[in-house]
């Protein structure tokens, strides 16, 4: 079974300084891991995705995450915030099934909300 | 390209009604989704399709049917609607072959409130 935990319900930064969004993850087999973004009222927006490839995954507007298999984590990072990144973050993995398929399930962190303060 | 479209945006209903919400996606995928989105608690998934007439459970199927008659659609019915289902709704595709995800396309959502 696959399950997501993000550390932190909300996170507030100043403008132009880091930003460090936690998840650790837990998989029988091989995951993919992704960040989407939602702002408020909008749909969901890929940010990037980890599919077995290089560990190091970056995204859109500036966003990366680390896949470290040894602690389970896939945190999101971006190294200057800007007030449009204020929105809700959500980690997600899908497990490939014994027998190489996952049927695309995605299973969904509780989110983060990201606030961003001038 | 309208990729996944989804069909009301909002609805309030009563206690009791029923409705459907509409999913189409026009990207030729064959998985299809219904995932439920209530505050705090990430999204859950209702039904899930992988190809058409398949569909399966998934986390939180009961209240809700679905059915899949061809690779474009996917309505989701909700019979005898109660608070409970006060949310809001999205559908997804994905398109996946020899156990690979090429990657998933989110509906805008629909809102629904039941009062």
């Known amino acids: 079974a696959q399950s997501v935990t993000q550390l932190d319900s909300h996170v507030s930064v100043s403008e132009g300084t880091p930003v460090l969004l936690r998840c650790n993850y837990s998989?029988?087999?091989?995951?993919?891991l992704f960040w989407y973004v939602q702002h408020p009222n909008k749909g969901l927006q890929l940010l990037l995705k980890?599919?077995?490839?290089?560990?190091l995954v970056k995204g859109i507007n500036g966003f990366e995450a680390e896949f470290k298999k040894s602690e389970t984590s896939f945190h999101l990072t971006k190294p200057s915030a800007h007030m449009s990144d204020a929105a809700e973050y959500f980690c997600?993995?899908?497990?490939?099934?014994?027998?190489?398929?996952?049927?695309?399930?995605?299973?969904f962190g509780q989110g983060t909300i990201l606030t961003v303060h001038p | 390209n309208a990729g996944v479209t989804q069909t009301p945006k909002f609805r309030i209903l009563k206690i009791g009604q029923s409705m459907t919400l509409q999913c189409a996606q026009d990207m030729n995928h064959n998985y299809m989704y219904w995932y439920r989105q209530d505050p705090g608690m990430g999204l859950k998934l209702i039904y899930y399709?992988?190809?058409?007439?398949?569909?399966d459970k998934g986390e939180v199927p009961n209240g809700y049917n679905v059915s899949r008659s061809t690779t474009e659609y996917f309505p989701l019915r909700l019979e005898l609607a109660a608070p409970s289902q006060t949310s809001v709704y999205f559908c997804?595709?994905?398109?996946?072959?020899?156990?690979?995800?090429?990657?998933?396309?989110f509906g805008s959502g629909t809102r629904l409130t039941v009062v």
């Open positions: 997804a595709s994905s398109y996946s072959s020899a156990g690979v995800d090429y990657g998933y396309t």
């Open positions: 399709s992988v190809g058409a007439g398949i569909t």
């Open positions: 980890y599919t077995s490839a290089a560990t």
């Open positions: 997600v993995v899908t497990d490939l099934l014994a027998g190489g398929t996952s049927y695309g399930k995605l299973t």
């Open positions: 998989s029988s087999y091989s995951p993919s």
